[in-house]
């Protein structure tokens, strides 16, 4: 009893402390970027070259600059850059420069009559492309011709600071090649592939037959396998280097602790291995890691691979919308941030549709194949698999310790932001995926509990998952999704194997002997709101028939004692009675 | 030596001379009748040799030369745990009449025949399987088998496992691993083979080769019922308790591919109109076959058994989800408690379960439980079963019997009149 109300008192000490470290996220630095305008300079060649701006890791030049004025956007409009251009932005600078060039007179067109041609160059930085509804825009007098990239999906075109409507601009790609487009109603040019605006565009506009204006626009993002790459993964290559040492100190310190307990428990053989070939058995296990792998690189590099990013659809997983190349938009921005959440309704509505859509279709499937932070913890788990180092195993207290600190972590990522606080700084997803795309994030204490996630992930297969907020949220449709886990309780033996497996901890998996009747028995519905589809339990399973995943009442994986089998038994040596030693 | 000392040991002598006789005797007569048994097929007679070998040859189980025996006395105790020691597991749960004579006079009345032919096995000091054996594991799984390890300690190192008595929690599996890790240390001052990962996952390879046939001859039955005499069966699963592991795989795999040749050719071991039978409840060992022969004589067809000593002895596979020595070692401790059909664990509605299952997978038309005297637990549970089995209008006895001859003509009455309850009660 004293016990009880002791751990209830440190339960709630932790808590208390979760909860503020959360919102002093950003203050409690893992790792920190120099302000990013700190670390950029500008400067400007006359080479000949059009006029354009290109980086060179934070070094922007901007080329064929004479007779230019160079504009910087701040926080209280567009300011003029002086002559020494660098370290001499305004203080509250936000990330964007554009360059006017005015006052030359050529005939572009071919038709012998001069024009006014305005040129001008435009460049967001990296991290001001973020995931503000709102991009950079200037919307000055001063610059006659704009383009405002939004959501890395349209391009709003400003001539005098108003939206250009149903007129055609030509777009030059940066290999010369030209394409027409015509804005629709609120000026928006859609359909450029992505990787084409990352190498650069020219916008030209005319609005009237003696004016010609043109605009390149450079956002900073061509930065992977480069040296800022690499720069850009230090947070995260430190994150591992930190794991490391923790895993090894672990393993270290439980020999000592064992050492004294004269007990072979705890015996970690490293590197031993088992020299006879195991069969390869095709399965449930291999397709997830296919879709595992595939998402995460298509959450990683996607709209680099493809060209397009479909910001509309926000799949709920902690795939970090920080990371701009990311093929989809994530849900965990809106949940964590419902005090902007009534930005626009649009943004609203695309939200919850695909929230509704991913929970009631996929549901914690999701979790189970998509989520990259799921995908890291299975790669640390693979890798204790392959270095046979002891693992934690969880009972039934502990997991109901995690549940308590799972209620506590949903708490702190529904209501953080209305106390002012931010969930990202704590995110470890942040430290993760914007890292591997090539985007420089400071991280708060994010980084932390990334450490945090690789070394219980390690000893405890997705941990993380137990305690997942979002998760939980996704979990809680389980009842209407069209995944489910059916059992056979006459054909269960009751193993416990499926316990075993379980990442997630779901006992009920194999204790459940009746469903909703007295006689439903044989197709009893045992999904959990934790049950993540991994197919461990059905993979483990021994008994024909027992453990099935469905979808939409279909088997697509059933548990098949001769497949259970083949994944331990060797191949049968060729040599008789010669198998002992 | 004195006279009286010289009279006493060559009395003993003599005593142990005719028993040698008497329960080679008995175990020749019960070869034989299996092996008449028509449609036998040519790979069990290796299972046969090894059972001669044991117990009318009188010779120590069949191993490589210098492995150790460990004698275990129930599936409670993973065998791959001593496999992985480098010894080598014997189940040693008696089924020899004469052996259950000398017991009677050493235990109690009221106490099981098995226990007590395993008793008199140990006093009686003759049978080489019993005296090899180098240590004693017995798992606590009822009042009797917690006596039977008392005497056991007196004659050899002997190892307790303490059985829980529940399984839905995750406090009493973690003792039983805690048991096993207890147990593996007494093997390694054995052996000398200390714990290790690579031990543990070799010895589990191996066994599950065995598993892996075993499952194959389940699916080949499952597919054909008919395909093999259930007493052929069980003597090939009482043969597996005194063969090293990976010896059992070779033979178990020249009978399924020669069943799977028998399968093709549609050559099936009974006619199809014969009444499938059940057999359940409490094991059945070598040279006890008087159930499963009376079976087969009267004209029933054993399809299945869900004893301790047949498909039970090596059904449950360990599902190792965590590939470290923890991980191996919580797999066994799950594997060898929590599926177990056993009665000592308090609830068992899994058992009735198990036994729905095996009746759909082998088209059973009866079911007779099987209970030696004595043995409360399994008595316990006939009720229980009874009903449930009465819901699926299955007919079920209670046989009960004593490791005797006496009541094999009473038997063969009751199992008559079920299987005639069967061919034609239902008309």
Redesign the interface.
Known sequence: MKNKTVGRILFAVFAVALCAAAYFAADLAFFQYDDPLERATLSVVNDGEALSFTYDNDAITLHGGDNTTVYALTMGGTAVVEDTYSESFPSDFSGSFAAVQTGIREDTDGDGVKEDITRIAKTDMEYTQGYDATANAFLSEDIPLEVVYKDREKFTVYYLAKPVKNAEITVTLADGSEQVFTTDESGDITGLNLNDVRNGLTFTYRPNPLTTLSIHYQVEADTIFTVRWLSAMLPFGIIILISAVCITLDVFLRKLLYKNEKLPIGKTGIMARDKRRKRFVFGFETVRWIIMILSFALLIFGSRLTGTVFSSVQLPIFACPYNLDQLTSSGCYMLSHLDVLVSSWKEILAFFGTFLVCAVLLGRVLCGFVCPLGFIQDVAHEARQALHIEGISLNERLYAVLRMVKWVMLIIFLGIGFVGGNFCDFCPAMALSPALAGFKLSLGLGGFVMVIVLVSGFFKRRCFCNICPLGFILGLTHKISLFKLKKDAVACTECGACYEACPMGIKSVFTVREGKGKYDIQCIDVTTSDCIMCGECVRCCPENNALAITFCGKKIYTADRMKFMKQYAPRPCKKKGKDHE | MNDYDMRKSSAEERRKQRFINKSAAVSVKYLRKIDDLPHKPEALEPFMNILRHIFVDMQGAVK?EN?PSVGTYCVMVPPELIYAA?AMPVKLCGGSYTAFNIGDDIAPRDVCPLVKAVMGFESIDVMPVYQECEMMAVPITCDCKKKLAGYLGQHHPTVTLHVPSR?????D??QYV?EL??F??KL?DLTGV?????RL??A???T??A??EL??F??LRRKAPLVIKGTHYMAVMNAMSYT????W??YM?ALNDELEQKIKRGEMASKENRPRILITGSPIVFPNFKLPLLIEEMGGVLVGDETCMGERGAY????????????IM??LA??ST??C?CPTFTDN??RV??I??ML?NYKVQGVIYHVLRGCLVYDYEYRVLEEELGKLNIPVIRVESEYNEEDVEQLRIRVEAFIELIKYGKG
């Open positions: 490589p492995t480098g399984r839905d929690r995750d406090a599996m973690e805690r890790y207890l593996s240390q390694t200390p714990l290790s990962y690579e996952s070799y589990c390879g191996m599950a080769a598993q892996y499952s194959r389940i699916e090293h592991i990976s010896i795989t070779e795999r449950d596979p360990p599902a190792i989800a965590d590939r470290s020595v923890d991980g919580r797999a799950n594997k929590r599926p059909t509605k899994r379960y198990r729905m299952q759909k």
